[in-house]
C-alpha cells in the first residue's frame, strides 16, 4: 500500500496544488504526532525516574535520560531481604548444628524445621535476635499439638552472624529447612 498514491499525489503530471497540501498536511500531522509522543514520553521519565526534562530537548536527551538512570538497590528502598534453604546438620564446636555463612546479610529471624519423616518431628522453631545478648525461640511439636517457647540462654543457642546463622539442634546428619530475614 502507498499512501501517497492512494491519496492521488505524485501522478506523473506532477504535483496539482491540492497535492501539495495533502502532502503538507501528511508532513504536519506526522511532526504533530511525534510532538505528543515526546511530550507523553518526557513527562512519565521525569514521574518515573525524577529526571527534569523539558519538551524542547531532543530524542538523543531523552535516552540519554533513560540510559542513565541505575536502578534502585534493595537496602535504598528500605526493603528487607530474605534467604532460603535445605542443609545438613553438622557438627560445629562439638554441637549438632545447622551452620549457615553465605548470606548477603545478617539475619534477625530465622525459621527452621527438621524434615524428617515422623510427625512429631515436622515441628518447627521461629529464632529471633532482640539485641546482641538476649535471644528468643519457639518451637512447636506438630505431632503432639505443643507449642512452647524458651528466651536464651537456653540448652540449644542461635547465634546471628554477619553472614548467616548458627542454630543448635539435637542430632547431626539430619536435614533442616530454614527461611532467614534480615
Known amino acids: 500500500m502507498d499512501i501517497f498514491k492512494d491519496l492521488g499525489i505524485g501522478v506523473p503530471s506532477g504535483l496539482k496544488p491540492t497535492e501539495k497540501a495533502n502532502l503538507v498536511n501528511i508532513v ?3 511532526v504533530g504526532n511525534n510532538d505528543v509522543i515526546k511530550t507523553n514520553m518526557i513527562n512519565a521519565i521525569n514521574s518515573k525516574l525524577g529526571t527534569s526534562l523539558t519538551v524542547d530537548k531532543g530524542w538523543a536527551d531523552i535516552q540519554s535520560a533513560i540510559g542513565g538512570y541505575v536502578l534502585p538497590t534493595v537496602e535504598s528502598l ?4 530474605m534467604a532460603k534453604g535445605v542443609t545438613m546438620s553438622t557438627t560445629v564446636n562439638s554441637k549438632a ?10 539475619p534477625s529471624v530465622v525459621i527452621a524445621r527438621h524434615t524428617g519423616n515422623s510427625v512429631s518431628n515436622q515441628g518447627f522453631s521461629i529464632y529471633v535476635e532482640r539485641n546482641t545478648t538476649y535471644l ?3 518451637y512447636t511439636n506438630i505431632g503432639s499439638n505443643v507449642w512452647s517457647g524458651s528466651s536464651a540462654p537456653s540448652t540449644l543457642y542461635f ?16 536435614n533442616y529447612e530454614w527461611i532467614a530475614f534480615e
Open 28 to 30: 504536519n500531522s506526522a
Open 78 to 81: 528500605g526493603a528487607k531481604r
Open 97 to 106: 548444628c545447622v551452620d549457615i555463612s553465605n548470606l548477603a546479610f545478617k
Open 136 to 138: 528468643y525461640s519457639c
Open 159 to 174: 547465634v546471628s552472624k554477619a553472614n548467616g546463622f548458627t542454630i543448635e539442634v539435637y542430632t547431626n546428619n539430619y
